[in-house]
């Protein structure tokens, strides 16, 4: 599964949260950023606008981040300070493993393994021989019934903490 473009079965996962649309997913991004202490590597999976840039902007809106969040797809890396800082990685484009030495990525996964940062990645199969035994956390985005919205989907290594599960439970987090 360390392909580019591989995508993992949504199968694979329990059934997620609806998200009605991008306000939908920001939101989304943003609840999960109250959960993040310093140290989470999030894999996002889902095809071509999907809907994870969306995800990581509400993520970083969640974490006090001021400035714009782009897409990194052309950057490799996007790099913002908030609560947490956060590096923002989209590997749909790398064509060439010795990218990743360019981006500095043994520098992101030290702040990672420091708690000081966490990565988000789009596209993150390039991402995954450099984790080692880091632990992770999953989210596939697919369209919703009918193709409307998207579904989000979470699954991790080790199996996420009971708060991320409540998050991406179908009807979303209890009240
Ligand atoms: N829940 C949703 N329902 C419908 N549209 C959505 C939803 N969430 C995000 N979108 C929209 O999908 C489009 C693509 O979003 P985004 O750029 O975040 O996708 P992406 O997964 O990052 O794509 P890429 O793989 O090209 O980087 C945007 O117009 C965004 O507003
Ligand atoms: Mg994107």
Redesign the pocket.
């Known amino acids: 599964m360390d392909a580019p473009h591989d995508i993992p079965a949504a199968g694979g996962f329990p059934p997620g949260a609806?998200?009605?649309?991008?306000?939908?997913?920001?939101a989304l991004g943003a609840r999960a950023a109250g959960l993040l202490r310093g140290g989470e590597v999030l894999l996002?999976h889902?095809?071509?606008?999907?809907?994870?840039?969306?995800?990581?902007?509400g993520l970083c809106a969640g974490l006090g981040v001021e400035a714009e969040v782009v897409?990194p797809?052309f950057t490799l890396v996007n790099s913002y300070d908030g609560r947490l800082r956060v590096h923002h990685l989209?590997f749909?484009r790398l064509d060439d493993r010795s990218d990743l030495d360019d981006i500095g990525l043994p520098d992101l996964l030290d702040e990672v393994v420091d708690g000081t940062a966490v990565l988000a990645a789009?596209?993150p199969g390039p991402l995954l021989p450099a984790l080692g035994n880091l632990p992770f956390l999953e989210l596939l985005?697919v369209a919703?019934p009918g193709g409307?919205?998207?579904e989000?989907r979470l699954r991790g290594r080790p199996a996420p903490a009971t708060a991320w599960q409540d998050l991406f439970r179908p009807g979303g987090p209890p009240c």
């Open positions: 609806m998200a009605a649309g991008p306000a939908d997913t920001a996002l889902g095809g071509l606008g999907a809907g994870k840039t969306c995800f990581v902007q897409s797809t989209d749909y789009e596209w985005a919703g409307a919205g998207r989000w």
